[in-house]
C-alpha cells in the first residue's frame, strides 16, 4: 500500500557531501498528510537507529551523534522528505531508509487516519575513507 520513491545515496569519500530524498504515496488514493516523516540508518551488525525526523508542522528530532552533519526538510506538499548530510565519515556507512509515521489518506471520497509506521526500502550509503 505504502511506497517510497527514493532518490540520493551511494559512494562518497570522506568528508564529502549528500542529499537523499523521498517520495511517499500510496497505492490507491493520495496522501494528505503525514504527521511524521525521517530518516533511519542501519549500519553492518548493529541495530537501527535514528538519524532524524520532522513534523509536518516543522518540528525535528535529531539523534545526539547526528546534530550539525545532518539536515532534515520536507515538503509537505509533495509528501517528500530530504536528508543533507556533509561532512561523512566512514562510519556513516550504512543503509538509510525513509520513515513516514501517521498517515491521512483519502481514497473515493473515504477519509482515513492512522498512526502507523511505513518504511521504505533503504538506501545504501557508502563512505570511503
Known amino acids: 500500500r505504502f511506497s517510497c520513491r527514493r532518490l540520493g545515496g551511494g559512494l562518497v569519500q570522506a568528508g564529502g557531501s549528500l542529499r537523499l530524498s523521498c517520495a511517499a504515496s500510496?497505492?490507491?488514493?493520495?496522501?494528505?498528510?503525514?504527521?511524521?516523516m525521517g530518516w533511519y540508518r542501519q549500519a553492518p551488525g548493529k541495530e537501527r537507529e535514528l538519524v532524524a525526523t520532522?513534523?509536518?508542522?516543522?518540528?525535528?528530532n535529531y539523534a545526539d551523534s547526528m546534530w550539525g552533519r545532518f539536515t532534515i526538510s520536507r515538503d509537505n506538499a509533495k509528501n517528500m522528505v530530504y536528508l543533507q548530510s556533509s561532512m561523512l565519515k566512514p562510519e556513516d556507512t550504512a543503509v538509510y531508509y525513509c520513515?513516514?509515521?501517521?498517515?491521512?489518506?483519502?481514497?473515493?471520497?473515504?477519509?482515513?487516519?492512522?498512526?502507523?509506521?511505513?518504511w521504505g526500502k533503504g538506501t545504501q550509503v557508502t563512505v570511503s575513507s
Open positions: 520513515n513516514a509515521h501517521g498517515l491521512t489518506t483519502q481514497t473515493m471520497g473515504i477519509l482515513q487516519v492512522d498512526g502507523e509506521d511505513y
Open positions: 500510496v497505492s490507491s488514493g493520495n496522501i494528505l498528510r503525514v504527521d511524521r
Open positions: 520532522m513534523t509536518d508542522s516543522g518540528t525535528t
